[in-house]
């Protein structure tokens, strides 16, 4: 973790060493309190570190962008912060947070979604308006998909799952039903935006049109999003599909190459600073990997099983390293483990990894996959499994879970980009006996 910050910090530093337009905000405060800045839009991705930290002041310095407009955090609470461009200097006293500036406006959440803004800046009432539609338009969808079984095909484990039908509807129905032609300025500045045509991108893609990107090349794959969407949507879900949460950076490396003549300023500011991101966790990150051996999966299991003296759960991960998705799968279940550690053992079952075990194992080291590891030995080690007959296993990633002794209590078989049903089952199993 010290890694992880020092090198955050440094590379934001490099950044603003060649920035000669920045605005430095002093945050002052009491000494209990924490604060943070995230971008309002890509919250996980782009996370500025504070130039100086002291007990009653935290001073950051910000690269002036076309809105200066932030995600704000004092401790637990949700702020939305603005500023003029027109500051060099900007303090921020939140002991007096009842003082108003006509320099800068600092929103809770909670007002924000009432539209009492107490600012009379022009731009901040217009990306509040937009916002407030957006979210009111995604709250009728999950209202929709909660409450009508026609917009959904089940709901467990606080978790919504579609077939094709039930997200065609839901897909119709946002489309339909949103008609509002969005500036393109606007479009990676709205937090309720982003987040309705994202789902709606999940809804074509992962339920309804499954095999859109078959086959297809990564210019091709952008070719398709915008026929299949209306611009400037189109322009939002392709940086979304190229640039999104569990990528490596080999990828979004590759990414950024292929694709920086079509990127505005905004999209090569964001672009950037999650590839940077992606790079300084890889290098902070050192790979727990363990590898198991044997011959066939069932007699490999019972050995491990045998053999764990921990009283944590298990949970089982098949997968076939020649599906082009994995890599994402496996980005995206990192982050479950560094949540779940210490609750459960995660065991990789690579089924096809006897075809090319050397070519399996540099996959698992270059995506940096924790846990244990099984590569079994023999052609038919799938095919012959109990685990593949008694759980009816078809489809890759598949999950188990199983308690201490190695006794299955749970299956999953939607992948994480798909759905957070699996992290919602792990969470009810955590602490259940």
């Not at 910050?5 to 605005?23: R, Y």
């Not at 401790?75 to 003029?84: A, H, I, K, Q, V």
């Not at 074509?204 to 990107?213: A, K, L, R, V």
């Amino acid at each position: 973790m010290m890694i992880f910050k020092l090198l955050s910090g440094l590379l934001l530093s490099i950044l603003f060493a060649f920035n000669c337009s920045a605005t430095t905000v002093h945050i002052v405060h009491g000494e209990d309190i924490n604060v943070s800045i995230q971008d309002p839009v890509y919250r996980n991705s782009l996370i500025f570190a504070p130039k100086f930290e002291y007990p009653r002041k935290t001073i950051f310095e910000l690269k002036d962008r076309d809105i200066n407009f932030y995600a704000f955090n004092i401790n637990s609470e949700e702020y939305y912060l603005w500023f003029e461009k027109s500051s060099s200097i900007l303090e921020i006293d939140l002991t007096n947070l009842g003082d108003t500036s006509s320099d800068f406006a600092l929103i809770s959440k909670t007002d924000w979604y009432k539209g009492e803004l107490e600012s009379n800046n022009s731009s901040l009432i217009k990306l509040n308006e937009l916002d407030r539609l957006f979210k009111d338009a995604l709250d009728d969808l999950i209202n929709l998909a909660e409450n009508d079984k026609n917009y959904r095909a089940e709901k467990n484990f606080n978790t919504i799952v579609w077939d094709s039908r039930s997200a065609k509807r839901l897909f119709n129905h946002a489309v339909e039903s949103m008609t509002y032609q969005l500036d393109q300025k606007w479009i990676h500045w709205v937090p309720a935006y982003s987040q309705y045509w994202e789902l709606v991108y999940k809804l074509y893609y992962q339920y309804f049109h499954t095999n859109s990107f078959k086959a297809l090349k990564k210019g091709e794959v952008k070719s398709q999003i915008e026929k299949d969407f209306n611009y400037p949507e189109s322009k939002l879900l392709v940086f979304h599909h190229f640039f999104k949460e569990g990528l490596n950076s080999t990828d979004l490396k590759a990414h950024y190459e292929l694709f920086e003549d079509d990127l505005n300023e905004r999209e090569e500011s964001l672009a950037e600073a999650i590839i940077q991101r992606q790079v300084v966790k890889e290098l902070g990150d050192i790979p727990k990997i363990e590898f198991l051996f044997g011959l066939d999966i069932d007699a490999a299991m019972e050995g491990y099983f045998a053999r764990n003296t921990s009283e944590m759960k298990n949970v089982l991960i098949f997968w076939s390293f020649w599906d082009a998705q994995m890599s994402l799968e496996l980005n995206l279940l990192a982050k479950i483990k560094d949540e779940f550690e210490g609750s459960f053992n995660f065991v990789h079952i690579c089924i096809d990894g006897y075809e090319s075990p050397e070519k399996a194992k540099s996959f698992i080291f270059q995506n940096r996959v924790e846990g244990f590891h099984l590569i079994p030995e023999q052609a038919t080690a799938f095919r012959s499994s109990n685990f593949r007959k008694d759980q009816k296993i078809r489809s890759m990633p598949f999950y188990l879970i199983t308690n201490d002794s190695g006794e299955i209590i749970e299956s999953e078989s939607i992948s994480l980009s798909t759905s957070l049903r699996l992290k919602n089952k792990l969470r009810y199993y955590e602490t259940k006996k």
